[in-house]
């Protein structure tokens, strides 16, 4: 059994690898053209790229997944038992977008 990860454990899929660019050209966004060519801007992009990685770590570590695929999988699962909890009618009184920050505020508490 392994005890350590490896790089390719921690590889990104096309959905993730779309937010986290999506997060990042809004941080450059926010930035102006002075910060853009500053060592502020690189650490805060390396700052954003680790919290996501560590993210995934702790869940990796969480549900004792050693594949990110097979995380995604058992994510998805936790998510569906996890609204099933929720009492009827709950999420119909939500937009998509306050349904997926629910969503997210859980995977966060599981972090």
Not at 61 to 75: G, K, Q, T, Y
Request: net charge negative; charged share 30%.
């Amino acid at each position: 059994m392994r005890t350590h990860l490896f790089p390719d454990d921690l590889e990104l899929s096309d959905q993730q690898k779309s937010q986290l660019l999506t997060e990042v050209r809004d941080v450059l966004k926010r930035t102006s053209n002075e910060e853009l060519f500053s060592f502020l801007i690189r650490s805060q992009l390396g700052e954003l790229v680790t919290g996501i990685v560590e993210q995934l770590e702790r869940l990796l570590e969480r549900f004792e997944e050693n594949d990110s695929m097979m995380l995604a999988e058992r994510i998805e699962k936790e998510i569906a038992d996890w609204s099933a909890t929720m009492p009827e009618g709950a999420l119909t009184k939500h937009d998509v977008f306050s349904i997926k920050g629910l969503v997210f505020a859980q995977l966060r508490s599981w972090c």
